[in-house]
C-alpha cells in the first residue's frame, strides 16, 4: 500500500468513530508506528482534522464526514454480488435494503464506470436456491433471531435434531440467548447460550420451529466476539475411508465437512475423517455405494454392513 492509498484508509478508519493508537493503525495497515505519526502529521497538514491524545489515540474532530469516495470497476462489482448475496439469502427485511442499495451504488457511478460494471457483471453469477418451504422459514427465522439480537432478548424454538439411521429425530425445547449467526457450509448457523445445556451451542436454523421472541434479557459477554469465536473441538474418533479411483474428484468436489486430508495413490483415495460419531459420516459414505470401502473403526464397519443387510431385506 501506497503512502497516499495508506492515509486515505487511515481517515476512513478514524471515520469509523473509534479512537485508534498509532500503533494499531501500524498493526492493522502492517508498517511501523514512526509512519503512522508522519501520516497523522500529513493528513493535519492537507487540513484533516486529527484529533490526538496523548496516551489515548486518534479521532477525528465531531462533525467532519469524508468527501464522497469514487469506486474502480472492481469495487463496485464486489459491493454488487455481495447485495445479491444479501437479497438470497437475508431476511425480508435486508433483501429490501439491498434492493435499494444496489440502486444507489448504481446510480452515482459515472456512466462508463456503470457501464463497465455491466459488462464484468455479465460474466458473474450467484444461481438462486430453488424456493422451497425450508428456505422459506430460515429465511423468516433469520428475522426473527436479528431482532431478538437486536433487542438482546432471549428465544424459544423446538430443535429437531436428526438421530442415526435407527433413531427417530429428536425433538427439543430451547430457550437461549443469541450471541450471533454464521455462514457455514451452505447453512446458517445460529451460536447461542443454550439454557437447557448451560453453555454455548450451536443450532442449524434450518431444524428450528416454532421460533418466538421471548420477554427474557440476556446480556452478551464482553469476551465474546462472533468473528474471533472459534468453538471447542470434539471430534476424536478417527474415520479412514477407501474409495475407488473413478470417483476420486467427485469426492474430493464434495468437500465433506469430516474430512480432513485425502491422498489419491494408485489403488484408490484414501481419506481420512475425524467425527464425534462414526453415524455423522454413516449416510455419506452409504450413498457412494460398492465404490467406499470403511477401512477403521471396526465399529462404522459394521454398521455399514448392518445397514447393507437391512437394505437387501426391501429387494
Known amino acids: ?92 427485511y435486508y433483501k429490501s435494503t439491498s434492493l435499494t442499495s444496489r440502486s444507489k451504488i448504481e446510480a452515482i457511478l459515472p456512466v462508463p464506470l456503470r457501464e463497465e460494471v455491466g459488462q464484468i457483471q455479465q460474466g458473474i453469477r450467484l444461481l438462486r436456491s430453488p424456493d422451497s418451504d425450508a428456505r422459506e422459514r430460515e429465511i423468516e427465522h433469520m428475522g426473527i433471531i436479528r431482532k431478538a439480537m437486536q433487542h438482546k432478548l432471549k428465544i424459544r424454538f423446538h430443535y429437531h435434531k436428526p438421530g442415526t439411521i435407527n433413531e427417530t429425530v429428536q425433538k427439543t425445547i430451547r430457550l437461549a440467548s443469541p450471541y450471533g449467526v454464521l455462514w457455514m457450509q451452505g447453512s446458517w448457523m445460529l451460536i447461542a447460550r443454550c439454557d437447557l445445556r448451560q453453555e454455548i451451542r450451536h443450532f442449524r436454523i434450518s431444524r428450528m420451529s416454532d421460533l418466538e421472541i421471548s420477554t427474557d434479557p440476556f446480556d452478551l459477554p464482553p469476551s465474546f466476539n462472533i468473528h474471533s469465536y472459534s468453538p471447542p473441538d470434539n471430534r476424536d474418533v478417527h474415520v479412514r475411508v477407501w474409495f475407488h479411483g473413478r470417483i476420486a474428484d467427485r469426492v474430493i468436489e464434495a468437500n465433506n465437512y469430516y474430512m480432513e486430508k485425502a491422498e489419491l495413490q494408485t489403488d484408490g483415495l484414501y481419506a481420512d475423517f475425524r467425527v464425534r460419531h462414526p453415524e455423522d459420516v454413516l449416510r455419506w459414505i452409504l450413498g457412494w455405494g460398492a465404490s467406499a470401502l470403511v477401512l477403521e473403526p471396526e465399529s462404522l464397519r459394521i454398521r455399514i454392513r448392518e445397514e447393507a443387510s437391512n437394505l437387501l431385506k426391501h429387494y
Not at 477525528?60 to 462489482?77: C, K, Q
Open 1 to 92: 500500500m501506497n503512502k497516499s492509498d495508506r492515509m486515505l484508509a487511515i481517515v476512513l478508519e478514524l471515520q469509523r468513530g473509534k479512537v485508534q493508537r498509532a500503533e494499531d493503525l501500524a498493526l492493522l495497515f502492517e508498517t511501523s508506528v514512526r509512519t503512522i505519526y508522519r501520516d497523522i502529521q500529513a493528513l493535519c497538514e492537507a487540513g484533516v482534522p486529527v484529533v490526538g491524545e496523548p496516551g489515548v489515540g486518534y479521532s477525528l474532530m465531531e462533525g467532519y464526514f469524508l468527501p464522497p469516495i469514487s469506486f474502480t470497476a472492481e469495487e463496485a462489482v464486489t459491493l454488487l454480488i455481495g447485495l445479491d448475496f444479501v437479497e438470497q439469502r437475508f431476511d425480508h
